[in-house]
């Protein structure tokens, strides 16, 4: 899905394809400072003009923190 350029425009327009792909990449920096979870959050939730509840963002970061861990 992340071929020829696809995942870039797709995140355009589809949040919840941004948001996955934003997590995905945090995730990976989370894995060595996990304390900093709860600042990503709130950037996300104040900054990234998603929609989406806070509860829904996390829930999101701590799947893609399982998948990478």
Same mark, same amino acid.
């Given at each position: /899905? +992340?071929? #020829? #350029? $696809?995942?870039?425009? &797709?995140?355009?327009?589809?949040?919840?394809?941004? #948001?996955? +792909? @934003?997590? @995905?990449?945090?995730?990976?920096? #989370?894995?060595? %400072?996990?304390?900093?979870?709860d600042l990503y959050?709130? $950037? /996300?939730?104040?900054?990234?003009?998603?929609? /989406? %509840?806070? @509860?829904?963002? @996390?829930?999101? $970061?701590? &799947?893609?923190?399982?998948?990478?861990?």
């Amino acid at each position: /899905m +992340r071929t #020829l #350029l $696809f995942s870039g425009f &797709k995140q355009n327009w589809s949040k919840q394809h941004r #948001l996955d +792909r @934003e997590c @995905e990449a945090y995730a990976v920096q #989370l894995k060595y %400072s996990p304390s900093r979870k709860d600042l990503y959050i709130d $950037f /996300m939730y104040n900054k990234y003009n998603l929609g /989406m %509840s806070r @509860e829904r963002i @996390e829930g999101n $970061f701590n &799947k893609w923190i399982r998948r990478i861990g």
